[in-house]
């Protein structure tokens, strides 16, 4: 029992050696830690972008000379930059392609969805026939009337 009462040596939590730091000194050693070196991040994102690019080229080259070949079997494969390649996606065609909605939406509305109003429509049209054929009558009358009347 006497051996735990006496004094040990002092735990020492940060030693000359490997200094613990705290506080606000801790807090500017975890923010210069975060920020990154926009040197070595640009060459990072450079040597990327070149793999990358020499992968797609290569892609493009393999699909090129593969383009129209068959396989074993005799199947070709159909690629996206076939005969007729597809229209890309633009404002313009985006814009084109909404106008074009817009006036089939407005054909297919329903202008005589009830059957008084067809009637009504069929009367209306039958009377502008009539009247036109009125009109061309008295058209007729008046070229026979100056006899310069030739139906063909």
């Known amino acids: 029992m006497k051996s735990a009462l006496k004094p040990q040596t ?3 939590l940060s030693p000359s050696e490997h200094p613990v730091t705290t506080g ?7 923010y210069r830690c975060n920020i990154t ?7 990072e994102v450079d040597d990327f972008m070149k793999k990358h690019d020499q992968r797609v080229a290569a892609m493009e080259a393999r699909a090129g000379a593969e383009d129209g070949v068959p396989d074993e079997e005799g199947w070709v494969k159909v690629t996206r930059k076939g005969r ?13 392609a909404v106008q074009r909605e817009k006036r089939k ?40 009337a100056e006899r310069k009347f030739k139906p063909y």
């Open 37 to 43: 070196d926009t040197e070595a991040l640009q060459k």
């Open 24 to 30: 606000l000194q801790k807090w500017i050693q975890d």
């Open 105 to 144: 939406r407005q054909q297919r509305e329903l202008l005589n969805f009830y059957s008084w109003q067809q009637q009504d429509a069929k009367r209306e049209h039958i009377a502008q026939l009539r009247k036109k054929f009125e009109e061309d009558k008295q058209k007729i009358a008046l070229m026979r």
């Open 84 to 96: 007729r390649p597809g229209v890309p996606r633009t404002e313009a065609r985006n814009l084109q």
């Open 10 to 12: 002092p735990w020492i």
